[in-house]
């Protein structure tokens, strides 16, 4: 082999080597994908006291939440059952739903602390019972969990709420929270999605009802 096809050979040895190490180094490290805001779709819902006297706020509390579509598949029981009997169940889309409250509301019986808490959507295994799931942010910060992997979030509490099927179908989710006029410290939350609904009684604390 004369001196220049050498080279000319040597390079191409080379260059095939760092190719194929190149190939090997990025077989080698993680496959990490970057999302932003892919959906204008997000909705907020909020309860709030108002002191006409003091003029100033006496509590308030706050859920905001992606609204993902209905899917006509989730209308097969079956596969409905298979989603969701025995799990938490994923509450919106994109980033996490977020329940944020300034005072110690009740849900359902059950005592919200002060904060903010994430939520989520938890059916029994024989599928009868359904408890909306709250979920420590800080532990999923710690954790880097998104979302979608709310399975693997740990649920602090549970506050039971009452299953039933929609008049009328909801293509995207619609979480309320909806004042009674006529007692307006004892609001409700209402979820419905698609064909079904899930709703549940809140008790404000005398704090607000009192203006304090």
Known sequence: MNRPKRVLFLLSIGALA??????????????????????????????GYWDNVKNGGTGQFAIDYG?????KDYEDAAKFDSM?????????????????????IKISGK???????????????DGSAWTLAFINPAKVKAALLDASEIGRAPVEFE??????????????????????????????????????????????????????
């Not at 993680?30 to 959906?39: L, N, R």
């Not at 619609?174 to 979820?191: A, E, F």
């Open 18 to 47: 760092c190719c194929c190490a190149a190939v090997s180094a990025q077989q080698q490290q993680p496959k990490v994908v970057a999302f932003g805001s892919d959906s204008p779709e997000r909705g907020t819902t909020r309860v």
């Open 67 to 71: 609204r993902p579509v209905w899917k």
């Open 84 to 104: 969701t009997k025995g799990q938490v169940w994923r509450l919106g889309s994109n980033f996490w739903t977020v329940l944020d409250t300034d005072m110690p």
């Open 111 to 125: 005592t919200i602390p002060v904060g903010s808490w994430y939520l989520g959507l938890k059916r029994s295994s």
């Open 159 to 212: 506050a039971p709420m009452t299953f039933g099927k929609a008049d009328e179908t909801k293509d995207r989710l619609v979480i309320d929270l909806i004042i009674d006029k006529s007692n307006i410290y004892q609001p409700s939350l209402s979820i419905a999605w698609g064909n079904f609904k899930l709703s549940a009684p809140i008790q404000v604390p005398p704090r607000a009802s009192q203006g304090s």
